[in-house]
């Protein structure tokens, strides 16, 4: 049991859970775009960028946009118009068609299915992974033959077996996008996250394994696609010398500004991965006879980029946790400890954790759209998930799991201190 009187003193600097990690070259192709001139959304670094991304995510192309969250439109919207063919102007590409979502991610996953008029329906997470349950995904084809599309992510940067996802996919005619965003430079057998999709999207967000401060691209193999979704980032605009309009456009493309900072930060990606290994296997160690494991995944076929290291708690190593839409309250036992307790421990140091990713089927906006378990489903809320008598891993998993400080700046000794302050939890 944490005492806050326990003696601990404070990081003088923040301990943040991932910020970016910039070095004393980091400008110079923002420089060399600022010296040229090629300050707007055309020029080198974009080039550079989709070119190095398509390389190092193992696909055909990339392009180059604003943010991971548009890749994951475009990425909907292509999918969408292939699938159901274009829709009147107006009208979604997705337009009330289910979706099938990965639930234990962040929101910006699937938000693009909305903004495309989709209908999201949650397939439960696998304890092995904290991905998409296969088992959950095929029984939800089951229920609904005629769905076409799945969206995956790999949370935290630990792929589950996005290929089993894939051949899931493919046996049931539907297409995959696959949401790489914390998974960038993570392999599955080998192969890159961001490969397996048919559509797939990076992000280069602050928090992200590397960053361009923002930024993010759509992954495909398809050179006619790649082609249509540069078109609708830069407001569709047709080959006319006026702006002639044939479809709605956006204005999504990157800058190249930004693009410089990205296109230098890929230099660091193998060290940035290496880094985040060393403070997952720290932790694995520091906390390793403590009642908890860490993020799990399959060694022998997953080689993660260990984003976020996080921990999940003994179901019996557990005290009693609650909590409302918006705050968490619990009560301290000796030899347990809960999520709630961790973050404040943590906190009082000055370090920063957070909880795990709410689950979609949980989030009130979600309340009433259909959730697959391997053992049951139903609308999200009903009274057998509440009851318990369907097994739901992702609100398991929320209720017990915690990501922890995994800034790659932090220092051996910061680590210590922070794994003495998680041990002294379950005292
Ligand atoms: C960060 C993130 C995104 C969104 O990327 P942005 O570049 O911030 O728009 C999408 N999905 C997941 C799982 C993410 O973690």
New binding site residues.
């Given amino acids: 049991m944490y005492k806050k009187n326990d003696q601990f003193e404070k990081f003088e600097n923040k301990v943040w859970l991932s910020s970016p990690t910039m070095y004393p070259d980091s400008m110079r192709y923002v420089m060399e775009a600022y010296e040229t001139n090629w300050m707007s959304t055309v020029g080198a670094n974009i080039n550079e960028v989709e070119k190095i991304a398509a390389e190092t995510s193992e696909t055909k192309y990339a392009v180059g946009l604003s ?4 890749a ?1 439109h475009l990425c909907m919207k292509l999918a969408g118009e292939r699938l159901y063919g274009k829709p009147p102007v107006g009208i979604g590409a997705l337009q009330n068609k289910r979706v099938f979502c990965t639930d234990m ?2 929101n ?2 699937l938000n693009p299915v909305v903004y495309e008029g989709g209908i999201p329906v949650f397939i439960d997470t696998e304890y092995d992974s904290w991905g998409m349950d296969p088992v959950a995904l095929e029984k939800a084809f089951e229920m609904y033959p005629d769905v076409k599309l799945v969206v995956y ?1 790999e ?1 935290y940067g630990f792929p589950g077996n996005v290929k089993q996802i894939k051949e899931i996919c493919e046996k049931h005619g539907a297409l995959l996008v696959e ?1 790489a ?2 998974a960038m430079g993570a392999t599955w057998e080998g192969k890159q996250c961001g490969s397996y999709g048919d559509y797939a ?1 990076v ?3 602050g ?2 394994i590397i960053t361009g401060s ?3 691209c759509l992954l495909t193999n398809s050179l006619e696609d790649a082609n249509q979704a540069r078109k609708w980032s830069t407001q569709a605009r047709e080959n006319a010398a006026w702006y002639q309009n044939e479809e709605v456009g956006y204005n999504y493309r990157m800058s190249n500004v930004i693009a410089g900072v990205i296109r230098e930060q890929y230099d660091h990606l193998k060290d940035h991965i290496a880094q985040k290994k060393t403070i997952y296997e720290k932790y694995k160690e520091g906390l390793k006879n403590l009642p908890i494991m860490m993020n799990p995944f399959d060694e022998m076929k997953a080689e993660p980029n260990y984003w976020l290291s996080s921990l999940l708690i003994d179901e019996d190593a557990m005290c009693e946790q609650v909590r409302s839409e918006t705050e968490a309250l619990y009560i301290a036992e000796e030899g347990k400890s809960c999520p709630t307790e961790i973050l404040e421990a943590i906190s009082s140091i000055n370090a920063e954790g957070r909880p795990i990713w709410k689950p979609m089927h949980m989030q009130p906006m979600y309340r009433m759209h259909e959730f697959v378990t391997i053992s049951g489903s139903g609308r999200a809320k009903t009274n057998a998930y509440i009851a318990g008598e369907v097994k739901d891993v992702g609100a398991d998993v929320f209720q017990r799991g915690v990501c922890l400080p995994s800034d790659n700046k932090m220092t051996v000794e910061q680590q210590e201190k922070i794994i003495e302050i998680i041990k002294a939890c379950f005292e």
């Fill in positions: 943010c991971g969250t548009a994951l991610t962040f910006a996953t992510a949370l949401d965003a914390e999207a992000s280069y967000n928090n992200k923002a930024g993010g």
